[in-house]
Nanobody, 123 residues
Framework: QVQLVESGGGSVQAGGSLRLSCAAS????????MGWFRQAPGKEREIFAR????????YYYDSVKGRFTISRDNAKDAVYLQMNSLKPEDTAMYYC????????????????WGPGTQVTVAS
């Protein structure tokens, strides 16, 4: 069974930075694709980045491209999200997710989810 726990959320001024972590445990074969999602109040949850822990695949959606960087440390079983140039519209609950299926363009279905960490960006 896979477990995911996010950390690193908090409050920051616009233009600031935060680094989120996602600690993973459990079957590595169930974590062939990792994703970062966010859900703002009153909005649907949206994916904005994907990463494959076993190859060089990363993908960013336009909303965060150039500002956010996803990375991994397989030795620590962790995935990270460096968020720079934060904007008030980045305010949301942030979730990491894992799936046994491989990453591919357009993949939005993930089996396992963490509880989330709140990011608030003040203007």
């Amino acid at each position: 069974q896979v477990q995911l726990v996010e950390s690193g959320g908090g409050s920051v001024q616009a233009g600031g930075s935060l680094r989120l972590s996602c600690a993973a445990s459990g079957d590595k074969d169930s974590r062939r694709c990792m994703g970062w999602f966010r859900q703002a109040p009153g909005k649907e949850r949206e994916i904005f980045a994907r990463l494959s822990p076993f190859d060089q695949y990363t993908y960013y959606y336009d909303s965060v491209k150039g500002r956010f960087t996803i990375s991994r440390d397989n030795a620590k079983d962790a995935v990270y999200l460096q968020m720079n140039s934060l904007k008030p519209e980045d305010t949301a609950m942030y979730y990491c997710a894992a799936d046994p299926g491989s990453c591919y363009p357009g993949k939005t279905t993930f089996r396992t989810w963490g509880p989330g960490t709140q990011v608030t960006v003040a203007s």
